[in-house]
């Protein structure tokens, strides 16, 4: 089935676009952007449950830009009545124009931006999805996950909490300008399989999750995901300290994704080539990794949690090739951006929701396969770890200093996997160096969904990352 | 639409309800090196709503949601029948809502909040930073906002409170002939504390210069780490997570009251306060999320768990009556001056990529940006490698200066000595 676009949102839009016109006498370019997502949520644990409606990107409300004098200006507001557009019209001019006072007394120069091209287009996008997170059946969803979590307590007499958590968004989104009309309603889910075990006061956790495009309907694979959560938080329990050092790495396809992520993701969002806040634009064009490494971003590259057909500035979604057999050939832009560095934005301008500015997002940040096995990389590695599960990354794109932490290393002595398990891991590294290191990649590859980006320490986005095993030298602590 | 829901919850013949009613009138500013990139604003309103329903004698279960201030009538009455029948679907142990006899206890003053005047205040903090040639301001983002929140629940409670919360991002680049690095910061607090501001980037700057002249750090193996930077926040937030009722019960914190956190303690045993104030905190509220007053307590007493303190479900299943959700908190000092502490060798990170202590298994890492490195004799700036180790075999050797400082919601030790921390270098 199509996933409806939001019936709200079509009883606004004439509201909006006399909200765009009253706008229009007074400023040199309007748009607005109107957000009617819905959600489901449910987290199933041994002590709790919850039944909640609010996911990361659940939201209902209009933003709307304005361009005069070189200067961008936003409002956001969540009571838009589509019958009386002039009191948000007061309303927003109100605010700005007592903001431009404050900035008048206090002397602020402008960052002129030039005006937004505002080509004509229209579209109309329902993707596909088998079903809806307003509609499905909460009962059913519930009992699914409550064995899930009955069955993960009962696999080792050290669990004290298995969760089993499933959220599924059903996003629709206008944008509205002078000359654009674009429409889209989407679902994309995300599941989540947490277990905790505890020996002699000390706690592990294991995880695994299911993500994609699409609906409820994921989470029929989510109990698949629980045997390996169990495992790794029992496995973990045992797990020695790595001797900190360099060593020969394959990254498992979670780990490479949180790579592509954190490497070459945010090094190159191009708001921060504007800010001169990343290495990355002094790289175009040349060897930032192997002959092996190669990369994609954008909501086209993959059918997962952040694919969307336009994004939060009426751009079309895009597939960049970031990295081409080692060589950095472009990065990733917003509409704003694009202007002020004189390049075409790449459809990756992203909102946290309604509420908040556009930054340079990720969308799907995949580096692309190989034609080796893992049994062949594994066997190539004298001593090395094979790396699994991540917790966390931290870029520097004005460095390239890369800090990831990795849930466990598998032991790899002599080409075979020793049994030994290390935990936790900090990899850290430079990142030409540890691309430039890929010496194998495997064959297949896959997609994870299941977190969230934030831009520094805020502005959460749902982002996916992935990419297959790959055979590298790292440092690990 | 409030007022509304509230009359339908009324009648809706449940076991309980709450609503949670947040209006936020927000100023933002976001600039390239001095330059005003986009200013924005925002009126927004979040009426959030959660439904109670008996199942049994034993059980509850609860739905939420949020209903939108533009929603109908119609809709509003749909959605507290369609949470009706979702609370029903997943059953937890019985437990009741806050009573407003709790609640009403606690009056705090809500004073309005002047956004203009506060936005005012951060643009002329940061327009005038001692900026030089080689460490400046690369860009700052600011965030000012009057929130007023509504808390209304089926036994009764009815409060509303005001109050500031601002931020600001800001990003300080330094540079010599061959480099330039950035430093990241972000500031919260109520209102704007300009001489703060001023005196934290100076001190970033001060990184910054240090940075680009560090050696790599060497591989200590073991070392005594000091944490004079809000990073230090990490260690007690690990604190604080090990007393949430919400992990006591389920066993993923193995802290009991009256029994010592440490078999030994050779350093300063640590005192943890929750505190309804503090100056300029952007969390200084009367009622947490769930209408519980909020008053100072005693969590951890010198190194002893005295008061358990986390949201309602399960401090009900534990009979924590009295308790509610912390939003300041402080750790009092130690016995030692700074000064003491800075005794022997040490390394001292000031700049992490992002340090963590993870609240569940006490793994602490982060990866070395900046740190000082003291052999005793002389102090060097050292960057690369990492720290790493487990908050549970830290515990008994942790040294506290008496000085303390306030990060936003904390006040902390001013120093925090870790003995024993493993430090990987860039040279092994």
Redesign the interface.
Known sequence: MKAPFSPYLLGIKAGLKRLIALLERDYDYVSALATDSVGLALHISRHAKAVEHETMTTERGVVVRVWRDGLYSEFALNAFDPEQPEAAYAQIRGALDAQMALLRATGTKIYETPRLPDEPLTLFVEKETEQLPETTDIGALVAALTAISDRGMGLDSRMIECIAAAQSTHISKLFLSHDRDLSQSYVYSEGTVVAVVAEQGRNQIGYDSVSGLGGPELFAGLGEKLDRAVQTAVELLAAESVEPGEYEIITAPEVSGLIAHEAFGHGVEMDMFVKDRALGRDYIGKRVGSELCSMHEGALCAEEVASYAFDDEGVLAGDVTEIDRGILRTGICDALSALRLGVAPTGNGKRENFEHKVYTRMTNTIFDSGDSTLDEMIASVKRGYLLEGCESGMEDPKHWGIQCIVKLGREIVDGKLTGRVVAPIILTGYVPELLGGISMCSRDRETFGGGGCGKGYKEFVKVSDGGPYLKTKARLG | MLEKVLELLKNAGVYAWEVTDKKTEG????????????????????I?VKVYQRIGEASV??????L???ATPEEAAQLVENLKA??G????RIYSLRSPEEAHRAPRDSAAVDV?AI??DF??AL?ALPETETEDI??YEIFVSAVTRRFVNSAGIDVTETYPSS?A?V?VNARNAGE???L?R?YRSGSCDAAGLRRNLARTMAYGRDRLRAAPTP?LGRADVLLSTDDALAVYRYFVARLDPAMV????S?WKLGVPIAREVRGDAVTLTALRELPNSSRNRAFDREGAPIRDQVMLRAGVPEHYLGGR??SAYMGLEDSFQPGNLAVSGGSRSAAELRQGKWLEPVEF??F?V?P??G?I?G?I?LAYWHDGEKTVPVS???V?GNM?ELLGDLQLSAETVQYDNWRVPALTRLNGV?V?G?E?
């Open positions: 100023w933002e500013f976001y600039f390239i090196r001095h330059a005003l990139d986009q200013n924005r604003a925002k009126s927004v309103e979040h959030h279960g609860a739905a939420e949601a949020e939108h201030p533009s979702e609370a679907l997943a059953p937890n203009p936005a005012g643009l002329a327009s690369n860009s931020m991002e990003i330039e690095i950035e990241y972000m591989p019960l389920r066993q993923m193995d479900m399960f990529s992002d963590q993870d569940m298994t793994d890492f990866e940006r690369g490698g990492s790493s549970r493993t990987t860039i092994s």
